[in-house]
């Protein structure tokens, strides 16, 4: 694969001329379309995002890696619950059953990283709601896996929230909340021993659920390189020993290459360019963790019109 010509080819937006169907939802990563009462057209671009901030430059085959890495994953916890995958007819689109979500992230950490670390690491103990234990150290295992719920915002940040609130505010029904959280375990444990056969460790993850005609459904994505930290089993023990950065597979390393270059998110602070290089070595991470989780090569297809794949594979559904 030629890498000039890869990067002059990614998929930044998505549109479809059929004239039943309405513009588009465009979330940081997805273009969302109605196709009928039942049926979403998911184009996952791509786009790639960080702090809440769409990159102006995308990353080739990024779209495609996630959503053949989604739908693998999905059909691996098809058992604990159902998802919203109909079927994936092109490396970039899934169609979906039409869900009402569940306006709550929920994310599961198995390892004390990522933003549950920034919060230990300024001395507070708790963090939505759930007591953290004193004495541990970056990247340590927590004694057991915690939920740490966040809102989903329609603009701006996810806000950290604890279960209590969840209920009080009635965001979430009770029977349905406990239900919701006891799939999430079971489906972080299915996540866990997929990763650990593969030699990966599920740090964290997050997932989204909705309600397809009454039944609880998982929605978006599952066990992706956006929605989950994964670290190498290999050598983690040692590294820990000796208080070494673990390698990890995840979208980390992109926060971290902004946060060198002064962006977190925050007011005032210009969103940098990434360098032609450091696109391309992020869709090799990206295919990396595809393989490594998969066990089969990733096999990038140049997509030469999106509107025209579109409107073949949509107008089964108007």
């Known amino acids: 694969m030629d890498q000039q010509e890869a990067l002059t080819h990614c998929i930044t937006t998505s549109n479809t001329t059929l004239p039943k169907i309405d513009e588009p939802y465009r979330g940081k990563v997805r273009d969302v379309y109605s196709l009928n009462e039942k049926n979403l057209g998911i184009v996952v671009t791509d786009r790639i995002s960080a702090f809440d901030h769409i990159m102006r430059q995308a990353i080739p085959f990024k779209g495609q890696i996630l959503n053949q890495l989604s739908e693998f994953s999905f059909r691996k916890v098809e058992d604990i619950v159902p998802s919203h995958i109909l079927d994936v007819p092109h490396p970039n689109v899934t169609i979906a059953k039409k869900c009402e979500p569940i306006p709550i992230e929920v994310v599961i950490r198995g390892y004390l990283t990522g933003h549950a670390w920034r919060v230990y690491r300024s001395g507070v103990r708790e ?47 009770k029977n349905l909340w406990n239900q919701i959280r006891s799939v999430a375990f079971q489906l972080f444990e299915r996540g866990t021993q997929v990763a650990e056969e593969q030699g ?55 926060r971290e290459w902004l946060m060198e270059h002064d962006f977190q998110g925050k007011e005032g602070q210009l969103l940098p360019d990434l360098p032609d290089q450091f696109r391309w070595s992020i869709f090799q991470r990206y295919s990396e963790l595809y393989e490594t989780l998969t066990g089969t090569t990733f096999e990038p297809k140049i997509i030469q019109d999106i509107e025209s794949d579109l409107n073949q594979i949509f107008k089964q559904y108007v």
């Open 200 to 254: 990966l460790i599920l740090v964290d993850t997050k997932y989204e659920f909705g309600l397809y005609e009454g039944e609880l459904t998982l929605i978006d994505e599952v066990h992706t390189s956006d929605s989950s930290r994964y670290f190498y089993l290999d050598g983690y023990e040692e590294r820990q020993k000796n208080r070494e950065p673990q390698r990890q597979l995840s979208k980390e390393f992109l």
């Open 127 to 173: 963090i939505c709601g759930v007591r953290m234990p004193d004495g541990m150290i970056e990247h340590q295992k927590f004694p057991e896996p915690i939920l740490t719920p966040a809102t989903k915002a329609t603009e701006g940040h996810d806000e950290d929230i604890s279960e209590e609130d969840i209920l009080k505010r009635n965001i979430v029904e």
